[in-house]
């Protein structure tokens, strides 16, 4: 199982701008997909942006447009890019990552605020 850290929450006013970065225990090569969650008070984790090792990519709805999902291989890192930020996507986020026969890795989660 791949351990995962988080960084890059944080409070930012609505129309900013936030990165948030997930480096891997082990080489991303490894690794068939990540990709990020979020859940805020009250509501089910939902799925907002996957990346699998073909560099495909898939959005919620609510974030397409505003938020870009990509690799850093030279840092064994996924990132998540977030722009136009709205006070809905307020949650914490948490990195999650899958390979084939082995168990589903989580990060400990990492808060975003935005404020309006």
């Known amino acids: 199982q791949v351990q995962l850290v988080e960084s890059g929450g944080g409070l930012v006013q609505a129309g900013g701008s936030l990165r948030l970065s997930c480096a891997a225990s082990r080489s991303i090569f490894s690794i068939n997909a990540m990709g990020w969650y979020r859940q805020a008070p009250g509501k089910q984790r939902e799925l907002v942006a996957v990346?699998?090792?073909?560099?495909?990519?898939n959005y919620a709805d609510s974030v397409k447009g505003r938020f870009t999902i990509s690799w850093d291989n030279a840092k064994n890192t996924m990132n998540l890019q977030m722009n136009s930020l709205e006070p809905e996507d307020t949650a914490v986020y948490y990195c999650?990552?899958?390979?084939?026969?082995?168990?589903?890795?989580w990060g400990q989660g990492t808060q975003v605020t935005v404020s309006s």
């Open positions: 999650h990552a899958y390979t084939i026969g082995r168990p589903a890795s």
């Open positions: 990346i699998n090792s073909g560099g495909i990519t």
